[in-house]
């Protein structure tokens, strides 16, 4: 399903260079990264907000002051890049040279665990599947489309002047099954049968089963 879709991405590449901005290209890279981190889909996405607003940390949680209407997903500031060395890569700089990233260190904020902002780091990895490469890329969505630093990242362009508008999980749903019926073009592909249980959580489970296969604890896996 990730080639299928990665290969639709590359189509609309081919066609026009600014297609990095649009819907497609923004949900691969969060899926893309979702296959490393496990993290659920209101970190990077809206889940109740309304189209063109962001979810924020409301009254009700009882959070210390300076956490309230902060976007609940991530913003510019919980993704730091960093060279072989471990040395911080300032974003535009990374963006200008990406080949010295070597590493990508995520905060994850209000989370549903006993600890908020724990920080996790991934390696640059080899192949079409590699985190680096797909924080580089959410990152130079963002500062194209000139989203504030204290806006989720998770964006992507809503017409061609330019604007832009905030991912949503029922849209991930729409292009992971997208890319269902481009992986399996047989309708009787168990898949295709089933093509209604693939939703914006399914990506999480997926990751949750193969850092579960490499040892990590049940509880690293609930951020």
């Known amino acids: ?53 962001f979810a924020k940390v409301s009254d009700s949680w009882a959070a ?3 956490w309230q ?3 609940l997903a991530f913003i510019l500031s919980d993704f730091t890049l960093l060279d072989k060395h ?15 990233c070597s590493w990508i260190q995520i905060r994850y904020h209000f989370d549903k665990s006993a ?31 000139q989203v504030p630093s204290n806006e989720p990242l998770g964006v992507y ?14 849209e991930i749903i729409t292009v992971m099954q997208t890319a269902v019926q481009a992986a399996h073009p047989d309708p009787h592909h168990y898949y295709r049968i089933n093509i209604k249980a693939i939703v914006a959580h399914s990506n999480r489970i997926s990751a949750a089963v193969a850092l579960f296969s490499m040892k990590l604890s049940c509880k690293d896996l609930s951020l």
């Not at 471990?86 to 010295?100: D, E, G, R, S, T």
């Not at 080899?126 to 500062?143: E, N, W």
């Not at 362009?157 to 029922?170: E, F, I, V």
């Open 64 to 66: 210390p002051t300076k």
């Open 115 to 145: 600890t908020n902002f724990s920080l996790w780091r991934y390696r640059r990895g080899k192949g079409f599947l590699c985190p680096v490469h797909a924080a580089l890329s959410i990152i130079q969505r963002a500062t194209t489309l």
């Open 1 to 53: 399903m990730f080639q299928a879709l990665a290969s639709l991405v590359k189509e609309q590449l081919a066609l026009s260079k600014s297609a990095h901005l649009n819907l497609l290209h923004s949900v691969f890279d969060w899926i893309h990264l979702g296959v490393f981190m496990g993290s659920r889909s209101g970190k990077y996405a809206q889940i109740t907000a309304q189209k063109g607003s």
């Open 157 to 170: 362009r809503s017409n061609p002047s330019g604007s832009y508008t905030y991912l949503r999980s029922l």
């Open 69 to 71: 209407n902060q976007p």
């Open 86 to 100: 471990l040395c911080v890569i300032p974003p535009l700089k990374a963006l200008q040279n990406p080949k010295h």
